[in-house]
């Protein structure tokens, strides 16, 4: 099992820049394929990048590709999103999510592919 806990959210300038972590508790972290999204109001739950279990591929949404960077530290369970370059439309609630399967699935886009989620932390960019 794992449990999952966003932190780093907060309100910035667009252009700005943020850095999400996500601290993990478990064992199964450094095993897992772990996923950010983001979610807002009255909008589906959106894939912005995955990163495999060891940290030697990442994939990304396009809306974010060049702006933002997943990384993840085994040792201290704990992932990241540095995000720069904001935009008003990347306004959201992110959330970190785990797949105990590890290698990136083919349909990695899928929020139903990951089985732990944290409860997600508010970004804002304001214009």
């Known amino acids: 099992q794992v449990q999952l806990v966003e932190s780093g959210g907060g309100l910035v300038q667009a252009g700005g820049s943020l850095r999400l972590s996500c601290a993990a508790s478990g064992r199964t972290f450094s095993g897992s394929s772990m996923g950010w999204f983001r979610q807002s109001p009255g909008k589906e739950r959106e894939f912005v990048g995955v990163i495999r279990w060891s940290g030697g591929n990442t994939y990304y949404a396009d809306s974010v590709k060049g702006r933002f960077t997943i990384s993840r530290d085994n040792a201290e369970n704990t992932l990241y999103l540095q995000m720069n370059s904001l935009k008003p439309e990347d306004t959201a609630v992110y959330y970190c999510?785990?797949?105990?399967?590890?290698?990136?699935?083919?349909?990695?886009?899928?929020?139903?592919?990951?089985?732990?989620w944290g409860q997600g932390t508010q970004v804002t960019v304001s214009s």
């Open positions: 999510a785990a797949d105990p399967l590890g290698v990136i699935r083919q349909d990695y886009r899928l929020p139903k592919n990951y089985v732990y």
